[in-house]
Every structure is written in C-alpha cells, then in structure tokens.
C-alpha cells in the first residue's frame, strides 16, 4: 500500500521524473504563503557566501552558532518585508511559517537550522570552488587566483577577513562536508590557518589564499586518478 502511495505520490509531484522531489516540486505541496517563502530566495539568490555568513551573523542573535525558531521568525519576517509579498503578517501566521520552514529544512529534527540546513534555505548562485580548475583538471592560472580573491574581499581591503574568510571557509569546507554546523566550520577554520600561517588578526592575504587554492587542487588531483 505504501509503494503504492509513494508511486501516485511521485506520479504527481516529480514533474521531472528524475526519482526526486527537488525544492520547486516541494513547494507545490505547500500554502501559498510558504510556496512563496520557499521559491523567494531560489529565484533571487545570494551573490556569494560571504553575504550568507553576514545574514548568519546578523539572525543568529544569541551566537548560540544555531538559528532557533524565533530567530527564523524574525529571519522569516523580515524577507516577507523585503520581497514587498506581505507587510503586515500576525504573529500567528508568523508561526506557523516558521513551523513550515523548519519542518523542510531541519532534517535532523532538533527543532533549529544548523549552518548547512540554514545554506539550503538560503542558496548562492554559485559555490565558486566548485570549477573544474580547483579540481586539478587544469593548471591555477594567477587570474583564477584573482577571481576567488575579489569574490571573498568584499570591501576590497586587500584581505580577507570576518565574514568574507568565514564565507570562503564556509564554501572549502562545502567540498568534503554535507551537513555542517558553526562548531565544525570553527574547527575547519583552525586547521586550514594553522597551515598558512595566517595573522594573529585573523585574515588571510593573497599569498596565503594562493596556498590554500594550490593544496585544494593538488588534493583533488590526487584523488581523482583519471586527471592526467
């Protein structure tokens, strides 16, 4: 009965016929208003991680390294604001959002949206350490250096640092860790700096990013025995 369910199930919702429920054909499951909140940021996406760390930053407010429910009812709210969709929604509705939300997004069930539950709810357009060239398949030129540079020092300071480093690390520790949270970037970020000898300040500049950038291709090269 329930191989039967699930097939009928599918039937209707996998308009791809990929075997999955991907989050548009989620949301046609959902109330309008929840439809909207979820397809919302899938239609107008962050530039870049650095921009999620500071939305993090700024939501997270008690710095437990966690977005508890009423810091995604104020995240919630605010979004609402911001696509101009309702100006002023109860608190009630506020709620029940937030209810919706976390039952989509928190996929270990502790009732909060860790780092990389959080980044689901929140995507970017493009994980940039993601290219083929960070994966060995083809030498770093200084220009792909300079890329990665100018997309993590946001206010062009000549380094990274604050939420553009945590931003950079959030993407890096994307490529060997599906679920995540503050403490394990913390420790990702102590482990990586610790072997680029970074500032006691906490940045890092284009000589330290170009060591990382060269160990990461170098690891991927390594692990994929079909690069030449």
């Known amino acids: 009965m329930l191989v039967e369910l699930k097939a009928c199930f599918m039937e209707a919702y996998d308009d791809n016929q ?24 899938f239609d107008n996406p962050l530039e870049s991680s650095v921009e999620f760390m500071k939305i993090w930053r700024e939501y ?16 919630l709210r605010d979004l609402l ?22 039952q989509v997004f928190d996929s270990n069930k502790d009732g909060r949206l860790q780092l990389s539950e959080m980044a689901k709810l929140l995507p970017v357009k493009e994980n940039f350490l993601c290219r083929q060239v960070f994966k060995g398949a083809t030498k770093l030129t200084k220009d792909d250096i300079e890329r990665v540079f100018s997309l993590y020092d946001r206010d062009n300071n000549g380094s990274i640092e604050n939420e553009e480093l945590r931003g950079f690390l959030k993407d890096l ?6 679920d995540y949270d503050a ?7 102590e482990t990586i700096l610790q072997g680029v000898e970074y500032s006691s300040e906490g940045k890092i500049s ?11 291709a170098k690891h991927n090269q390594e692990e994929d025995p079909s690069t030449p």
Do not use: C, H
Request: zero cysteines; proline letters at 1%; charged letters at 35%.
């Open 173 to 178: 520790l994307e490529l060997v860790k599906k």
């Open 206 to 216: 284009r000589k330290q990013l170009t060591m990382i950038l060269l160990a990461l």
């Open 81 to 102: 604001k911001e696509a101009k969709k309702i100006n002023d929604v109860s608190e009630d509705k506020l709620i029940e959002y937030t209810d919706t939300m976390l």
């Open 60 to 75: 997270d407010t008690d710095g437990s390294g966690y977005i508890e429910a009423d810091e995604l009812k104020n995240f």
């Open 18 to 41: 990929d075997g999955k429920i991907d989050i548009r054909e989620l949301a046609q499951l959902l109330p309008m208003e929840e439809n909207f909140l979820l397809l919302f940021r």
């Open 183 to 189: 403490q394990d970037l913390l420790e990702f970020e």
